[in-house]
T-cell receptor, first 115, second 113 residues
Framework: AQSVTQLDSQVPVFEEAPVELRCNYSSSVSVYLFWYVQYPNQGLQLLLKYLSGSTLVKGINGFEAEFNKSQTSFHLRKPSVHISDTAEYFCAVSDGTSGTYKYIFGTGTRLKVLA | NAGVTQTPKFRVLKTGQSMTLLCAQDMNHEYMYWYRQDPGMGLRLIHYSVGEGTTAKGEVPDGYNVSRLKKQNFLLGLESAAPSQTSVYFC????????????FGAGTRLSVL
């Protein structure tokens, strides 16, 4: 069964510093990867997705992620964070072989941007 | 421009009470999903539906029932609520076959005392 690991439950970082949130998934023949952001007391909003093609994907709010098949990783990065980026970030994988494209979510990483 | 709407937003139940959570989407999506979110556990799939009149079990279906009588609505029922069902519940919908994005509602915060 597919699984997703987000090793860091919390990441504190100072404003304007770079950040990387890590995501690893278990191997699969075909896999689609997503990062969602959840601001306090809100639903999940899609940041970016990898379906195929270029391994470097760019999303909203200046975030980007790189798909690395050999390391089964999909780490999220931002070169300079803002206070408004404080939120919880979820990595998700969808297995294309099942036909239902269900998502498996990681446990989330809480990003705290400090002034 | 509603997207996915969940009602109610908050609810407090006593153990043994029943309730229904409603999810409505106005995007003509085929697939709908119910998740629960618990601290340190991410989102876990409860039930899902691949079209009107169909439902299927997800990862954590016990204690819940669902119905999809209309394409735009997906109901999640708790017949006899337990404290272990205290959680935040999210509904999501997706367009159809192929890899599409799931769109999420704002969530329902449920406490079972």
């Amino acid at each position: 069964a597919q699984s997703v690991t987000q090793l860091d439950s919390q990441v504190p970082v100072f404003e304007e510093a770079p950040v990387e949130l890590r995501c690893n998934y278990s191997s699969s023949v075909s896999v689609y990867l997503f990062w969602y952001v959840q601001y306090p007391n809100q639903g999940l909003q899609l940041l970016l997705k990898y379906l195929s093609g270029s391994t470097l994907v760019k999303g909203i709010n200046g975030f980007e992620a790189e798909f690395n098949k050999s390391q089964t990783s999909f780490h999220l990065r931002k070169p300079s964070v803002h206070i408004s980026d404080t939120a919880e970030y979820f990595c998700a994988v969808s297995d294309g072989t099942s036909g239902t494209y269900k998502y498996i979510f990681g446990t989330g990483t809480r990003l705290k941007v400090l002034a | 421009n509603a997207g996915v709407t969940q009602t109610p937003k908050f609810r407090v139940l006593k153990t043994g009470q029943s309730m229904t959570l409603l999810c409505a989407q106005d995007m003509n999506h085929e697939y709908m999903y119910w998740y629960r979110q618990d601290p340190g556990m991410g989102l876990r799939l409860i039930h899902y539906s691949v079209g009107e009149g169909t439902t299927a079990k997800g990862e954590v279906p016990d204690g819940y029932n669902v119905s999809r009588l209309k394409k735009q609505n997906f109901l999640l029922g708790l017949e006899s609520a337990a404290p272990s069902q205290t959680s935040v519940y999210f509904c999501a919908s997706r367009l159809g076959t192929g890899v599409n994005i799931q769109y999420f509602g704002a969530g329902t915060r449920l406490s079972v005392l």
